[in-house]
């Protein structure tokens, strides 16, 4: 047999191979292990692009006691940085929403999410976990049977294959696992809310001690510390905007407008280190398991970044798939897995109506023209009072934002 004959026929096997290295594979992974689990987490990415890719960091109450439980919570417990408030500014007002004295009083944790990923990641491998990186899934074959095999190529493009029992796919939109999916198996709902934000990290202090939403007749502008050096910060901007077509004056000037600055305080400049452009977009599979084959995170459904669910929602999952696994594997118990899908689609669900109502409250309808335009200002206006003026409103603004 030659070399590349060789290569063709390599084959690994797991009871479940788990697709992508964020969030969701990483808890899964560390679960699974802890439960004696016989897994393999294959990433596409290389460990040192893992572990520094800037994503989101707000982390609900449910996820730090989760991870708590599960005893991964020692760096976000030392390092994360305890957060409650946040702050509206509109064309007439700004007010602040201590969220820890409403709703059910819960509070984020900021813990930047390649921190929690990089910590995931050290457990996972302490505790004799296999990971492959620069292992891309090409496909996952066979899910309708009990034998599903995931095709894959290392960064050489020299192609393997991995043999599994279950297949947890958690490498995120465009991964393999919902590519592999036929065409009608899954429905997919999408939809596409017509804002894009360039997304900015700049190396300066917070500005204000509060995440900031700023409603602007020139588009929205939202204010999220990270660190005492680091402030992430969004603009609102045209559809199609390149990352790099706006000078970091211009960035600057047009924040401090949206924000106000004049009228509440200056805003503390610095070099801009990361920019991206976002497509304000949601969507959901449902179900969220084609026979062996199971999503979770990203890869079952995507979250527009308004109201920084998607990584509570991907931990929230894993664990339910951990369960689920642990269930068929260890007790030969199918029925946590056959209720994984509608479980979870219960909090997608949920955490996606309020993402879209906060979408609707922070930018004027991109769709709307004319009259019909003023109109939907003027609901925004209302809805934006109600939340300033109603404790019920408020009440139910914190519960949502914090909880699932
Ligand atoms: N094969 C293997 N790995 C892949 C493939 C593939 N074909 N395609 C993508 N990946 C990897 C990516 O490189 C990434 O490391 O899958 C991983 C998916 O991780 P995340 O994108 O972090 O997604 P997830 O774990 O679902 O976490 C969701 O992350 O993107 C944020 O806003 C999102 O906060 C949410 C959280």
Same mark, same amino acid.
């Given at each position: 047999?030659?070399?590349?004959?060789?290569?063709?026929?390599?084959?690994?096997?797991?009871?479940?191979?788990?697709?992508?290295?964020?969030?969701?594979?990483?808890?899964?992974?560390?679960?699974?292990?802890?439960?004696?689990?016989?897994?393999?987490?294959?990433?596409?990415?290389?460990?040192?692009?893992?572990?520094?890719?800037?994503?989101?960091?707000?982390?609900?109450?449910?996820?730090?006691?989760?991870?708590?439980?599960?005893?991964?919570?020692?760096?976000?417990?030392?390092?994360?940085?305890?957060?409650?408030?946040?702050?509206?500014?509109?064309?007439?007002?700004?007010?602040?929403?201590?969220?820890?004295?409403?709703?059910?009083?819960?509070?984020?944790?900021?813990?930047?999410?390649?921190?929690?990923?990089?910590?995931?990641?050290?457990?996972?491998?302490?505790?004799?976990?296999?990971?492959?990186?620069?292992?891309?899934?090409?496909?996952?074959?066979?899910?309708?049977?009990?034998?599903?095999?995931?095709? &894959?190529?290392?960064?050489?493009?020299?192609?393997?294959?991995?043999?599994?029992?279950?297949?947890?796919?958690?490498?995120?939109?465009?991964?393999?696992?919902?590519?592999?999916?036929?065409?009608?198996?899954?429905?997919?709902?999408?939809?596409?809310?017509?804002?894009?934000?360039?997304?900015?990290?700049?190396?300066?202090?917070?500005?204000?001690?509060?995440?900031?939403?700023?409603?602007?007749?020139?588009?929205?502008?939202?204010?999220?510390?990270?660190?005492?050096?680091?402030?992430?910060?969004?603009?609102? &901007?045209?559809?199609?905007?390149?990352?790099?077509?706006?000078?970091?004056?211009?960035?600057?000037?047009?924040?401090?407008?949206?924000?106000?600055?004049?009228?509440?305080?200056?805003?503390?400049?610095?070099?801009?280190?990361?920019?991206? &452009?976002?497509?304000?977009?949601?969507?959901?599979?449902?179900?969220?398991?084609?026979?062996?084959?199971?999503?979770?995170?990203?890869?079952?459904?995507?979250?527009?970044?308004?109201?920084?669910?998607?990584?509570?929602?991907?931990?929230?999952?894993?664990?339910?798939?951990?369960?689920?696994?642990?269930?068929?594997?260890?007790?030969?118990?199918?029925?946590?897995?056959?209720?994984?899908?509608?479980?979870?689609?219960?909090?997608?669900?949920?955490?996606?109506?309020?993402?879209?109502?906060?979408?609707?409250?922070?930018?004027?309808?991109?769709?709307?023209?004319?009259?019909?335009?003023?109109?939907?200002?003027?609901?925004?206006?209302?809805?934006?009072?109600?939340?300033?003026?109603?404790?019920?409103?408020?009440?139910?603004?914190?519960?949502?934002?914090?909880?699932?």
């Amino acid at each position: 047999m030659t070399e590349s004959q060789k290569a063709r026929t390599a084959q690994d096997s797991a009871d479940v191979v788990i697709l992508g290295a964020g969030p969701a594979g990483l808890v899964l992974g560390n679960l699974l292990l802890a439960a004696g689990i016989d897994c393999a987490i294959l990433e596409r990415a290389a460990r040192e692009h893992v572990q520094t890719r800037a994503r989101a960091g707000y982390l609900a109450e449910h996820t730090v006691r989760l991870l708590d439980r599960h005893g991964l919570a020692g760096g976000l417990r030392r390092r994360g940085q305890e957060h409650g408030v946040c702050e509206f500014r509109t064309e007439s007002d700004r007010f602040r929403l201590d969220y820890r004295l409403l709703g059910r009083g819960e509070q984020h944790t900021v813990y930047p999410q390649h921190e929690l990923v990089t910590d995931l990641l050290a457990q996972y491998l302490a505790g004799g976990g296999r990971i492959r990186f620069e292992t891309g899934a090409v496909a996952v074959r066979d899910a309708d049977g009990t034998q599903p095999v995931v095709d &894959v190529r290392d960064a050489d493009g020299r192609p393997s294959r991995w043999a599994a029992r279950y297949v947890a796919g958690c490498d995120g939109r465009h991964g393999a696992a919902r590519r592999s999916i036929p065409d009608g198996a899954v429905r997919r709902h999408h939809r596409d809310h017509g804002v894009t934000w360039l997304g900015l990290l700049a190396e300066a202090p917070p500005s204000l001690d509060a995440v900031g939403y700023a409603i602007h007749p020139r588009g929205f502008a939202g204010h999220m510390a990270r660190s005492p050096e680091v402030t992430r910060y969004y603009l609102q &901007v045209a559809r199609g905007t390149a990352p790099d077509a706006w000078s970091e004056d211009r960035i600057w000037d047009e924040l401090a407008l949206r924000l106000r600055a004049a009228d509440h305080g200056p805003l503390e400049r610095g070099p801009i280190s990361r920019r991206t &452009v976002v497509d304000l977009e949601s969507d959901v599979l449902e179900p969220l398991r084609h026979g062996s084959l199971f999503l979770a995170g990203d890869a079952a459904s995507l979250i527009s970044p308004s109201a920084a669910k998607g990584a509570n929602l991907a931990v929230l999952e894993a664990e339910l798939l951990a369960g689920g696994l642990t269930a068929a594997l260890r007790h030969a118990d199918p029925a946590p897995l056959d209720r994984y899908s509608a479980q979870c689609l219960a909090y997608i669900w949920r955490a996606q109506e309020f993402s879209h109502w906060m979408i609707r409250l922070l930018h004027a309808d991109p769709a709307g023209s004319g009259s019909d335009s003023l109109f939907q200002d003027r609901l925004r206006h209302s809805r934006i009072e109600m939340l300033r003026t109603s404790r019920t409103q408020q009440d139910w603004f914190a519960e949502n934002y914090v909880g699932l």
